[in-house]
């Protein structure tokens, strides 16, 4: 099993669209956990940490699920400018500074 | 405006050349990190430092060696004996913080080509 898995889409959405991600992550130790996107060629642009209550930035919401070991990205009113990968990333457990990253899920926004 | 500025954004090497890539960070971040990306494959951690003058191999240093003189500087050199130096390579900072890990910012990258 892999340390950190995404399913890789594409998911193709109508703009105003709710969408949701998952992510998984194989090491229960895990403290640290964060959504970022990344557009064609560019680098990764930190999204959210996320919480153990989960937390809330405008349109996307971002859960934790310790007992099944995934986070959860939700978009809502899914915009054009949502169209890029997102990326989840992971600690390697307990204080360990170092980010295990998932392959990432592609998002299309169609109008 | 703070922020992570590596340079130059497109490089060329030649067969048995060193190459170094430049990272600087004016975020006053103790932590710096330096990955590669391949397409279909995430983000793979090349060296991390947390402290001046420290840094750490990580699953894929082997062709690469760093330095950590200054805070604000990771540079990456990319050296002949790294067969494969065809990538996307990322600079990220972070805080150090108490326990597990902070928010990584990344600069914008360099890609890395073989003449």
């Known amino acids: 099993r892999k340390e950190v898995e995404q399913d890789p889409g594409p998911f193709n959405v109508p703009e105003g669209a709710t969408v949701a991600f998952n992510c998984t992550y194989s090491?229960?130790?895990?403290?640290?956990f964060f959504w970022y996107r990344q557009d064609c060629r560019k680098e990764p642009k930190l999204l959210m940490s996320?919480?153990?209550?989960?937390n809330e930035d405008g349109r996307f919401t971002a859960q934790l699920n310790r007992a099944s070991q995934y986070i959860s990205l939700l978009i809502r009113d899914s915009k054009l400018s949502d169209s890029a990968t997102y990326l989840c990333a992971v600690n390697r457990g307990g204080n360990n500074r170092k980010l295990i990253w998932g392959l990432g899920t592609s998002l299309a926004v169609n109008p | 405006d703070g922020g992570i500025t590596q340079s130059p954004k497109y490089l060329f090497r030649k067969e048995g050349q060193n190459v170094t890539l430049s990272c600087e960070q004016n975020?006053?971040?103790?932590?710096m990190y330096w990955y590669r990306q391949d397409p279909g494959q995430g983000l793979r951690l090349i060296y991390y430092s947390q402290i001046v003058n420290d840094f750490q191999k990580g699953d894929i240093a082997e062709g690469y060696s760093v330095s950590r003189e200054k805070k604000e500087s990771f540079p990456l050199t990319v050296t002949s004996a790294q067969k494969n130096p065809t990538a996307f390579y990322l600079c990220?900072?972070?805080?150090?913080?108490?326990?597990?890990?902070?928010?990584?910012?990344f600069g914008d990258g360099t890609r890395l080509s073989i003449l």
């Open positions: 975020l006053n971040h103790d932590a």
């Open positions: 996320v919480y153990s209550s989960g």
């Open positions: 090491n229960s130790a895990s403290q640290s």
């Open positions: 990220a900072s972070s805080h150090r913080g108490q326990g597990g890990s902070q928010p990584q910012h």
